[in-house]
């Protein structure tokens, strides 16, 4: 063991985490399973890297099962990243695409004259949109071509 070991304690300060953490995604299987020494987990000097490639996967919005696939695929399965983060990709546009929907609703709510918003017909129109089963994006969309 020629290389300095780090104590889960030195690891979660490197990387500005929780040490329990740290032990959950040892359970996990997103960190290589640590040595043990005198019973007490110790980690490599790489392992601070890869703690931030759980968090900078965590912060993408890749879920703790997604981030278990792509650790274990690390160094090969280049196709099996590219699936998942063409998916993501998929998922971050819907996501947007509501959120914008979403957003125009509101500022159309603040700009609305009406002073009973349930009078206001663009109002009136997403609500029996959204009770004939549509969501906002798609009732927004309707009304929005009807001159709202």
Known sequence: ??????????????????TSALRYWD?????????RVSGQ???????????????????????????KVLMATRGGAREEWDRLARRKLAELDEQIAKAGAAREAIEHGLRCGQEDLLGCPSFTGLVT????????RAAHEHCAGHGR
């Open 1 to 18: 063991m020629s290389e300095h070991m780090l104590t889960i304690g030195e690891l979660a300060d490197r990387a500005g985490v929780a």
């Open 27 to 35: 359970e996990l299987g997103l960190l290589p399973a640590p040595v």
């Open 41 to 67: 987990r110790r980690y490599p000097e790489s392992a601070p890297a890869l703690v931030g490639a759980i968090l900078l996967l965590r912060d993408a919005g890749f879920s703790l099962a997604e981030q």
């Open 129 to 136: 949109a959204r009770l004939a089963g549509q969501p906002l």
